[in-house]
T-cell receptor, first 114, second 115 residues
Framework: DSGVTQTPKHLITATGQRVTLRCSPR?????VYWYQQSLDQGLQFLIQ???????AKGNILERFSAQQFPDLHSELNLSSLELGDSALYFC?????????????FGSGTRLTVV | AQSVTQLDSHVSVSEGTPVLLRCNYS??????LFWYVQHPNKGLQLLLK??????LVKGINGFEAEFKKSETSFHLTKPSAHMSDAAEYFC?????????????FGKGTKLSVKP
C-alpha cells in the first residue's frame, strides 16, 4: 500500500456518460497530480492541485475537470466520454517543500469506455 | 522545457546477466530525475531518485543509476537480472527541478528476462 488511495479500481461505462474518479493523497501530502496512461500517448500529466488550488495544467481536455477538497482528497471528472478516453488514470501526491521528498502513486483507475 | 528520452523501447536479457536501461534528459534546471517501474496491471513504484546529491544513486531491488551531467544521461543498471525484474521502466524528470513540479515521463522501456 503506497498510501495513495484511488477508487474505483475499474470502471466500465458507455460513450457520452460522465464518471468521477477519486484520489486520497498520502497523509501529510498537499499536492495531488493526475496522469493518464494510454497505449498511444504513454503517461501524460493532466492537472495538479496544491492545498485546494489548481497549480498547473497539462494535456487535460475541456471535457475533463478536477478539484481538491478541504480534506485534500481530489476528484477527476470526465464527461461526454469517448472511446479514446479509455485509459489508466493515476493519481500521485507529493510532500510540501522542505519535507520528505518524493512522489507517491496510487494503483490507478482503469476506465473502459464502450 | 524538460524532457527525457528512453533510448530503447524493449530490452531483453537472460536471468543473471546485467541490465542496462538508457535514458537521456534535457533540463533547463539542475534536474530531479527518477526511475519508476510498472509491473503488468500494477501501479507505478519508485525505484530511485536523483536530487543533486551523490551522482551514483542506489535504489531498491539492487538497481542503481548514475547521473552524468556531461552526457545528460541517467542510465539504470543492475548487475544481475532476476525474473521478477520483468516490467516496464520509466525514466522521469521533474519539470521544475523541485519537489512540487510535474513529472514528465519517458515512453518507457519494457524489460524482458529470459530464464
Amino acid at each position: 500500500d503506497s498510501g495513495v488511495t484511488q477508487t474505483p479500481k475499474h470502471l466500465i461505462t458507455a460513450t457520452g456518460q460522465r464518471v468521477t474518479l477519486r484520489c486520497s493523497p498520502r497523509s501529510g501530502d498537499l499536492s495531488v497530480y493526475w496522469y493518464q496512461q494510454s497505449l498511444d500517448q504513454g503517461l501524460q500529466f493532466l492537472i495538479q492541485y496544491y492545498n485546494g488550488e489548481e497549480r498547473a495544467k497539462g494535456n487535460i481536455l475541456e471535457r475533463f475537470s478536477a478539484q481538491q477538497f478541504p480534506d485534500l482528497h481530489s476528484e477527476l471528472n470526465l464527461s461526454s466520454l469517448e472511446l479514446g478516453d479509455s485509459a489508466l488514470y493515476f493519481c500521485a501526491s507529493s510532500a510540501p517543500p522542505g519535507r520528505s521528498y518524493g512522489y507517491t502513486f496510487g494503483s490507478g483507475t482503469r476506465l473502459t469506455v464502450v | 522545457a524538460q524532457s527525457v528520452t528512453q533510448l530503447d523501447s524493449h530490452v531483453s536479457v537472460s536471468e543473471g546477466t546485467p541490465v542496462l536501461l538508457r535514458c537521456n534528459y534535457s533540463s533547463s534546471y539542475s534536474p530531479s530525475l527518477f526511475w519508476y517501474v510498472q509491473h503488468p496491471n500494477k501501479g507505478l513504484q519508485l525505484l530511485l531518485k536523483y536530487t543533486s546529491a551523490a551522482t551514483l544513486v542506489k535504489g531498491i531491488n539492487g538497481f542503481e543509476a548514475e547521473f552524468k551531467k556531461s552526457e545528460t544521461s541517467f542510465h539504470l543498471t543492475k548487475p544481475s537480472a532476476h525474473m521478477s525484474d520483468a516490467a516496464e521502466y520509466f525514466c522521469v524528470v521533474s519539470d521544475t527541478g523541485g519537489s512540487q513540479g510535474n513529472l514528465i515521463f519517458g515512453k518507457g522501456t519494457k524489460l524482458s528476462v529470459k530464464p
